[in-house]
């Protein structure tokens, strides 16, 4: 049985671990920034009514998580949008990224929110269909960036509350 929750500080190891194991899934290396425990330390501890981490368990073990996270600093439509990222490990619990998103998803539709932004690696195929089957509309592609190789080409996607 998968239970979810949300995410406390002391899932910040797992969380870190999840998204460098995801991104070596995604891209085919491991993303590597200089304070990215830092950072996903204070995407747990600025969370809000609105902006969220939750982690999905299996027999008390992380399985996965899933973030909506604000997209803009403006703060006339910061409380209207979100990006959504979610991450989980290969394992043999199938369903996990689609209950993360639906309870995202959920909880987001209780607040303000009107928006939930999505980037997808061309390559994730996967995510792709989870996100069409909850209804989430593509709306644009975005080419990788050739400054930064870790920046692949994606897809953009929304969901509308």
Request: one cysteine or more; proline letters at 3%.
């Given at each position: 049985?998968?239970?979810?929750?949300?995410?406390?500080i002391?899932?910040?190891d797992?969380?870190?671990?999840?998204?460098?194991?995801?991104?070596?899934?995604?891209?085919?290396?491991?993303?590597?920034?200089?304070?990215?425990?830092?950072?996903?330390?204070?995407?747990?501890?600025?969370?809000?009514?609105?902006?969220?981490?939750w982690?999905?368990?299996?027999?008390?073990?992380?399985?996965?998580?899933?973030?909506?996270?604000?997209t803009?600093?403006?703060?006339?439509?910061?409380?209207?949008?979100?990006?959504?990222?979610?991450?989980?490990?290969?394992?043999?619990?199938?369903?996990?990224?689609?209950?993360?998103?639906?309870?995202?998803?959920?909880?987001?539709?209780?607040?303000?929110?009107?928006?939930?932004?999505?980037?997808?690696?061309i390559?994730?195929?996967?995510?792709k269909?989870?996100?069409?089957?909850?209804?989430?509309?593509?709306?644009?592609?975005?080419?990788?960036?050739?400054?930064?190789f870790?920046?692949?080409?994606?897809?953009?996607?929304?969901?509308?509350?």
């Open positions: 049985m998968i239970d979810i929750r949300q995410a406390t002391n899932d910040l797992h969380i870190v671990e999840i998204f460098r194991d995801g991104s070596l899934q995604s891209l085919g290396f491991a993303v590597e920034e200089p304070d990215l425990l830092g950072y996903f330390k204070n995407c747990i501890k600025s969370q809000t009514d609105t902006f969220k981490i982690v999905a368990t299996a027999n008390e073990k992380i399985i996965g998580w899933q973030s909506v996270l604000p803009r600093v403006n703060p006339f439509v910061r409380p209207y949008y979100g990006e959504s990222s979610t991450y989980v490990t290969l394992s043999e619990h199938k369903g996990v990224a689609t209950a993360l998103l639906e309870k995202a998803m959920t909880e987001a539709s209780k607040t303000k929110l009107q928006y939930i932004l999505g980037y997808i690696a390559n994730n195929g996967a995510m269909h989870i996100v069409e089957k909850l209804g989430w509309q593509q709306v644009g592609q975005i080419k990788g960036s050739e400054k930064n870790t920046s692949p080409n994606v897809y953009l996607y929304v969901c509308h509350l």
